[in-house]
């Protein structure tokens, strides 16, 4: 499965979010931990819907959570 090009910021947000697991954010949002490991591993881009949840889960934007690739 290739990379995306999406970035994201979720790891920084369960940092933010008081060290939130990887599983706990997985249960928050309807996934399984290893979705969650792949999202932010820029291994798997989520469905709109998926990043809207997530988003929701550290009550942010959506654009704080996912970047647009850096154009070239």
Request: aromatic share 6%.
């Amino acid at each position: 499965m290739p990379k995306t090009n999406i970035v994201n910021t979720i790891r920084t947000q369960r940092f933010m979010a008081g060290e939130m697991t990887q599983q706990q954010l997985a249960e928050l949002v309807g996934v399984t931990r290893q979705t969650i490991i792949a999202i932010e591993a820029n291994r798997y881009a989520p469905s709109l819907e998926l990043a809207f949840k997530i988003a929701q889960a550290f009550n942010l934007p959506l654009e704080e959570v996912f970047l647009p690739p850096e154009r070239e």
